[in-house]
Nanobody, 119 residues
């Protein structure tokens, strides 16, 4: 059974930074962290869940236009962990941030971590 756990959310002021972590535990028929493409998504109150950033098994990254240049996604396969470094945070970055692991027919989601950007 594969599980994802996010951490690192909190309340910050505009312009500040946060780093989110997503740790994968468990296994599906012997799967290991490095086989999964990983991503971050966020959901603001009353809105749909939107794409934020993605990192492939080979560490190729992509970002939504709204976070490009401010956020950085990375992964540490030795620690089974993915990160999202968020800089220059804006109030519109507020929401619940979810991590996702994907490999073929496998698709896993974490429970989310709240990020609030407010003065």
């Amino acid at each position: 059974q594969v599980q994802l756990v996010e951490s690192g959310g909190g309340v910050v002021q505009p312009g500040e930074s946060l780093r989110l972590s997503c740790t994968l535990s468990g296994s599906y028929f012997g799967s290991t962290f490095d086989i999964y493409a990983m991503g971050w998504y966020r959901q603001a109150p009353g809105k749909q869940r939107d794409f934020v950033a993605h990192i492939t098994q080979g560490a190729t990254t992509s970002y939504s236009d709204s976070v490009k240049g401010r956020f950085a996604i990375s992964r540490d396969n030795a620690k089974n962990t993915m990160y999202l470094q968020m800089n220059s945070l804006k109030p519109e970055d507020t929401g619940v941030y979810f991590c996702n692991a994907d490999h073929g027919t496998e698709d896993y989601w974490g429970q989310g971590t709240q990020v609030t950007v407010s003065s």
